[in-house]
């Protein structure tokens, strides 16, 4: 269940931060993928006191996961003294190993996800000061009654979709500011604001960490980078393909995919990284 949670979380399409959005892909994730993971029996038999047990378990493990998120964003903006601040590519190679076991397809998608989650936690910082992840989980307890995870499943569906018991944490005020801003620039972060929004948190990661030459994200090369920033033209370039890390630590330019989805192509090319 935790991977599935972790496949959710580490979306980088995802834009609701919700418990009830999250557990809803992951248990999609593992309706879909019921036959490798043993819980044939749960999806092709359900009943009230499974249903509401395996609901329970998810949204334990959602907000383990979420937590895991919200540790790898903080160790980029705002981490634990003593520490350095990790720079963007970092925090993608480490966030790939940590939610899929492996550093290995990271895409523009991710970079791009993670880049804006970056700049929206530093405008929040207090939201970050926490740790939102509980302690390890544990399956649900055997003596816990059929009414029990009833009433658990039932106080959770009376909350809206999207919605939190405290609309001030740090993955509440995430999920609004996506659809504040989506309803300004629409969901396709190639297009209107969304440029100038990536193009300004480009701007800081550069400041904060220059030796990360952020060669995942579609930039200019750093002498046109010089003279758009003079004159005003967006750095962020996103009609150039990205980079991924290949064999041996180098980066190419991967080949263009060949379908499209709500997000330009440019989003969706798949890297090859060891």
């Not at 970092?90 to 990271?106: A, H, L, P």
């Not at 150039?240 to 440019?266: D, I, K, R």
Request: a neutral charge; charged letters at 20%; proline letters at 7%.
């Amino acid at each position: 269940m935790r991977a599935a949670c972790r496949f959710a979380v580490w979306d980088p399409s995802r834009t609701d931060y919700g418990n009830p959005a999250v557990c809803e892909a992951a248990h999609d994730y593992l309706k879909e993928n019921c036959a490798v993971n043993g819980l044939e029996d749960i999806f092709d038999n359900p009943s009230q006191s499974r249903t509401a047990a395996l609901n329970h378990q998810l949204s334990v493990e959602a907000s383990y996961v979420k937590g895991i998120l919200k540790d790898l964003v903080r160790a980029g903006v705002l981490p634990e003294p003593g520490k350095t601040k990790t720079s963007l590519t970092k925090s993608v190679r480490d966030g790939m190993s940590k939610f899929t076991g492996s550093r290995k397809n990271s895409t523009v998608q991710h970079a791009i996800h993670l880049l804006i989650l970056r700049a929206f936690a530093r405008t929040k910082p207090h939201l970050l000061k926490e740790s939102t992840r509980s302690k390890e989980s544990q399956p649900p307890s055997e003596s816990m009654t059929e009414q029990t995870v009833v009433a658990v499943d039932r106080s959770q569906k009376q909350r809206a979709p999207g919605t939190a018991a405290n609309r001030t944490d740090f993955f509440s005020c995430l999920t609004t500011f996506f659809q504040e801003h989506q309803e300004k620039w629409g969901d396709n972060v190639s297009n209107g604001g969304w440029v100038k929004y990536i193009d300004d948190a480009i701007q800081v990661e550069r400041r904060e960490h220059p030796e990360d030459l952020l060669p995942i994200i579609p930039t200019r090369d750093s002498s046109a980078s010089a003279a758009s920033t003079s004159t005003g033209t967006p750095v962020y370039n996103p009609s150039l393909p990205g980079q991924v890390e290949s064999h041996g630590g180098t980066f190419m330019t991967p080949p263009p995919p060949s379908n499209l989805s709500q997000f330009s192509a440019l989003f969706l090319s798949p890297g090859v990284s060891n």
